[in-house]
């Protein structure tokens, strides 16, 4: 990899940065300077001078001619992930309003239900509300697939 930079004359950072993060998010800080003794007034006002600045800062076509030229300094630097963590609340600092629970219940069938549509509404009614179809399931001793 670094063979590569060095035949591109590019920083390794900036190969490694483009090779590797290819459809990733890879966060990075990209700075970048003139190189020491360098005069970039022939690039304008808004060259890089002889301190570290974001390269943000710089439109990448003028930064890609000084490179070309070999007077750019650049240094990357990986910024490290972050994993936000969300812990509930306890239950007493929740209002009860906006507590809520999902409960099913059997409703009979309109029309004239078959008989073993009314029996599985019967056993239903029978053994009340349900947070789930799977708890009626397994009441039922079945398995829900």
Do not use: Y
């Amino acid at each position: 990899m670094t063979a590569w930079a060095a035949d591109a004359h590019l920083p390794a950072g900036l190969v490694w940065c483009d090779l590797l993060c290819v459809g990733w998010d890879s966060p990075c800080t990209h700075e970048v300077r003139a190189v020491e003794g360098a005069d970039l007034n022939a690039f304008g006002a808004r060259a890089p001078g002889s301190s570290w600045n974001d390269a943000v800062t710089f439109a990448p076509p003028l930064l890609d001619a000084i490179r070309e030229q070999g007077l750019l300094e650049e240094t990357f630097t990986a910024l490290g992930r972050t994993r936000t963590v969300i812990s509930a609340r306890d239950l007493d600092d929740v209002p009860a309003e906006a507590r809520t629970v999902t409960l099913l219940r059997a409703v009979s069938p309109a029309g004239r239900p078959d008989p073993k549509q009314r029996q599985a509404c019967e056993w239903l009614a029978a053994h009340g509300p349900q947070p789930s179809l799977s708890a009626w399931a397994r009441g039922r001793g079945s398995a829900v697939v």
